[in-house]
């Protein structure tokens, strides 16, 4: 579950309909009610009531506005849920007839191709999401101005995509100039400036920049606070993320009272079942790992897993993130047996809900290889460390952090396996990675 935050643009359109079409009384209440839902993480009952309103719109005609509001929302919902193929037609859909009612250069247009190029950035169609998120920009700066906040969410969104893509210094350039309108547009300690701080340290850190990130965070925390309350969601977020950081950089007596206040926050303010619950067992059995309390952690994680399937069922790509972390306990542990089924299951789940090519596709063969090579089945664990390593050098490229930890791991079997040639030649490319990356952070 990502710590970054995921900004969406809702619609004007649909904004001005709840209060002007008082002929649509059902679908304004199922509109509103369904937002509501949505909000509140209770997707069952948001689907029920935008597929009602879908079906209230439809009676309007099949290019009226209300129509494509409700498809971008039922969209959005989906693409919330994983449910990635039943989202991407809806989207278009809500594209084609803004484009052919408001015209081209209408702001809903532009929320609409924000939106759909989020779910293109999230199922790793990375060359389809950047020239849909430059349109948007541009509609946007056309019609609102380069300061407005609108052009800052978007600039946010963008650069998620160029930081998964390691183009870091391009995604640092556009998430400071997202803080900047921001700042300008609602003061230094409005809660949508903890938002865009939280991202830059998130860069920061996967950047291994952990002196700029602290004080990121801090702040961000600070705002939270201040702004929403100690007992806030977002002030859990905060607490989890600063966690995070601290975890990353070894200082677990930092981050284990950290996880542990997100986590309380969190299932008060949230409730038991919440995803964002499911998050911080997760991250806090992370911890317990790292530490080697073993027994601490499993109950988390097999917690945080019934949150997850029943939240979201089976078939989720979160489900195959909590499976992966059991599976890594187990193969801790020395499980091997258990540890194969669940890397097995989070794989095929993977697969089916973001295709075969995805960068999380990769990252699931790359630890079912791992404890393939742990048992010494080299035989298994080669191919998967192949197409994991092509998988991420056709969606990165071959400079990306990420190629260089699947040719170190790779390396790993090639030492095991007798060929310390092919070996050196891996580990010497990953070496060559890692100062590109260092030199290119340094020259900035």
């Given at each position: 579950?990502?710590?970054r935050?995921?900004?969406?643009l ?8 709840l209060?002007?079409?008082t002929?649509?009384?059902?679908w304004d209440t ?5 937002t509501k839902a949505y909000?509140?993480?209770?997707y ?8 009602a ?8 005609g099949?290019q009226?506005?209300r129509l494509?509001s ?5 969209a959005?919902l989906?693409?919330?849920e994983g ?6 037609p809806?989207y278009?859909?809500?594209l084609?007839?803004r484009?052919?009612?408001l015209?081209p250069?209408?702001?809903d247009?532009a929320?609409?191709l924000?939106n759909?190029?989020?779910?293109y950035?999230?199922?790793?169609k990375?060359?389809e999401?950047?020239p849909?998120f430059?349109r948007?920009l541009?509609i ?6 380069p ?6 969410t978007i600039?946010n969104?963008q650069a ?6 390691g183009k870091y ?8 100039r997202?803080l ?7 003061g230094?300690?409005?809660p949508k ?5 939280n991202?830059?340290?998130?860069l ?7 002196t ?8 961000s925390?600070?705002i939270r606070?201040?702004s ?9 977020q905060?607490l989890?993320n ?5 975890s ?5 007596t ?11 926050i969190r ?10 619950v ?7 059995a992370?911890l ?6 073993y027994?601490?952690?499993?109950p988390l ?6 949150i ?8 989720h790509q ?5 499976l992966n972390?059991?599976a ?7 499980k091997?047996?258990?540890a194969?089924?669940?890397?097995k299951?989070s ?6 809900a973001?295709?075969p ?11 079912l290889a791992?404890l393939?090579?742990?048992e010494s089945?080299y035989?298994e664990a ?13 969606n990165l490229?071959?400079?990306h952090?990420n190629?260089?930890?699947a040719l170190?791991n ?10 310390t040639s092919?070996?050196?030649?891996l580990k010497a ?11 290119a952070?340094d020259?900035?």
């Open positions: 579950m990502n710590s935050s995921k900004i969406v809702f619609d004007i359109a649909c904004c001005f309909c209060t002007a079409c002929q649509a009384s059902e199922c509109m509103r009610d369904g909000e509140q993480g209770h069952l009952d948001a689907e029920k009531l935008f597929n309103a879908q079906r209230e719109a439809n009676k309007f099949p009226d506005i494509a409700t498809m971008n929302m039922l959005e989906y693409n919330t449910k990635y193929t039943e989202a991407e809806l278009k859909r809500s084609e007839i484009e052919k009612v015209g250069d209408h702001q247009v929320n609409s924000n759909l190029a989020e779910l950035n999230t199922q790793g990375y060359a999401a950047e849909m430059e948007s541009k946007k700066e056309k019609a609102l101005g300061g407005h906040p609108d052009v800052g600039l969104n998620s995509l160029y930081e998964v893509r210094a391009e995604a640092e350039s556009l998430y400071k997202s900047d309108i921001k700042e300008k547009a609602f230094p300690d409005h400036i903890a938002k865009s701080l991202n830059l340290a998130e920061y850190k996967t950047q291994g920049k952990y700029e990130a602290e004080p990121l965070y801090k702040r925390l600070a606070e201040k929403l309350g100690l007992g806030h969601p977002d002030v859990a905060s989890n600063r966690a995070e950081l601290y990353t950089q070894g200082k677990f930092e981050a284990d009272p950290l996880y542990k206040s997100s986590l309380a299932e008060k303010s949230l409730g038991l079942g919440h995803l964002d499911a998050q911080s067992l997760n991250n806090l992370a317990y790992i790292y530490q080697g309390k027994k601490e952690a499993e994680l097999k917690r945080s897993l019934v997850a399937e029943k939240a979201l069922g089976p078939e979160h489900i195959a993130t909590c972390n059991l890594h306990l187990y193969k801790t542990q020395g091997y047996v258990q194969e089924q669940l890397h299951r794989l095929a789940i993977a697969e089916k973001l295709g090519n995805h960068i999380d596709v990769a990252g699931s063969l790359n630890n791992l393939y090579t742990a089945k035989k080669e191919p998967l460390f192949k197409r994991s390593l092509a998988i991420l050098e056709e490229g071959p400079d952090p190629v260089a930890t170190e790779y390396a790993v079997l090639l030492d095991k396996t007798n060929r092919d070996a050196k030649r490319r990953a070496a060559a990675i890692g100062e590109k990356n260092r030199s952070t020259a900035k």
